[in-house]
């Protein structure tokens, strides 16, 4: 058809954004640290302890230098699970970058009770930032946790998300202590029963 308008790209394409399907976009500053190491060494000799000394201004401002590596390859959009979501919301918002946040609820968290919280409050923030469901894993979190999780995704209807079968250990672990593989366990506790996903997934 002829157009009133047309422009030379010049051999470039105009086409949606790309999504970012999981991140942990402030991690940027852990990029080739001991990278490697075997996954839960690495977490637990060199993420977790480095972790727990991020202030929320330190999210605060990785998470805009993780925004500025995701435009400058064309991601429009990310889906999170990390730290300090109150100064991570604020951060997207302030740069004008669409997220969704995934709570990622484990043995660490000393209140479970602000996952609720998170979710009426994320959901209802701005137009740029929404919130999921979401536990890091089954290996970071007790059943009565992961309980409490599938209540709420019963109660709000919601989907829920979760490091998944990442490493042999991790099945072998889950095997050993429930007879199940993560993803045979998930799904019969009810995990998924509105739907959700695994993240990773090697060694399903």
């Given at each position: 058809p002829r157009f009133e308008r047309e422009i030379d790209l010049k051999g470039n394409v105009i086409m949606p954004?790309?999504?970012?399907?999981?991140?942990?976009?402030a991690m940027v500053l852990f990029r080739s640290l001991?990278?490697?190491?075997?996954l839960h060494s690495w977490?637990?000799?060199?993420?977790?302890?480095?972790?727990?000394?991020?202030?929320?201004?330190?999210?605060?401002?990785?998470?805009?230098?993780?925004?500025?590596?995701?435009?400058?390859?064309?991601?429009?959009?990310?889906f999170d699970m990390y730290l300090k979501n109150d100064f991570y919301a604020r951060a997207n918002v302030d740069a004008g970058f669409r997220t969704v946040i995934c709570?990622?609820?484990?043995?660490?968290d000393a209140d479970i009770t602000n996952i609720e919280r998170e979710y009426q409050k994320f959901n209802n923030y701005s137009e740029l930032v929404s919130y999921k469901l979401g536990i890091h894993g089954e290996y970071t979190t007790s059943m009565e946790r992961m309980e409490y999780m599938i209540s709420l995704a019963?109660?709000?209807?919601?989907?829920?998300?979760?490091?998944?079968s990442e490493t042999k250990s991790e099945v072998d672990g889950c095997i050993?202590?429930?007879?199940?593989?993560?993803?045979q366990l998930l799904a019969k506790i009810g995990f998924f029963d509105y739907g959700?996903?695994?993240f990773h997934c090697v060694w399903v």
């Open positions: 954004g790309f999504k970012n399907a999981h991140t942990h976009t001991a990278d490697d190491m075997e977490l637990s000799n060199q993420i977790w302890p480095n972790e727990a000394k991020m202030t929320g201004e330190d999210v605060y401002h990785l998470t805009k230098l993780g925004i500025m590596e995701y435009l400058s390859s064309g991601i429009t959009a990310s709570s990622g609820m484990n043995n660490f019963h109660k709000y209807k919601a989907p829920c998300y979760t490091h998944m050993e202590r429930y007879g199940l593989t993560p993803t959700g996903g695994g």
